[in-house]
Nanobody, 123 residues
Framework: VQLVESGGGLVQPGGSLSLSCAASGFTISTRSMGWFRQAPGKEREGVAAIASSGLTNYADSLKGRFTISKDNAKNTLYLQMNSLKPDDTAMYYC??????????????????WGQGTQVTVSS
């Protein structure tokens, strides 16, 4: 089982980035999938999650700026991030959990984690 994130980088405030998470060894269509982030000195926090059915869940503070999606055929999860702010700077991780559970933001719900991709928002 492997999750590999990509798409991070340096972007100016107000810019956009699109993250991808390629899964192997299992099928994301049967899983709840999530994006989390962790800034230096802070706890890991949930950003967005998507159920096996496709229903989505977003952190309240990020609604309207971030969009989670998936392509079951490509076994890949995505996170589109718009209007980025310096506070969005963090390591971003994708995670896979039990598809029978609502895709929440408790880390215990997720069994598999990627290594993360760094997002830095700075001028």
């Amino acid at each position: 089982v492997q999750l590999v994130e990509s798409g991070g980088g340096l972007v100016q405030p107000g810019g956009s980035l699109s993250l991808s998470c390629a899964a192997s060894g299992f099928t994301i269509s049967t899983r709840s999938m999530g994006w989390f982030r962790q800034a230096p000195g802070k706890e890991r926090e949930g950003v967005a999650a998507i159920a096996s059915s496709g229903l989505t869940n977003y952190a309240d503070s990020l609604k309207g700026r971030f969009t989670i999606s998936k392509d079951n055929a490509k076994n890949t999860l995505y996170l589109q991030m718009n209007s980025l702010k310096p506070d969005d700077t963090a390591m971003y991780y994708c995670a896979a959990g039990d598809g029978r559970l609502w895709p929440g933001f408790s880390t215990w719900q997720y069994n598999y984690w990627g290594q993360g991709t760094q997002v830095t928002v700075s001028s």
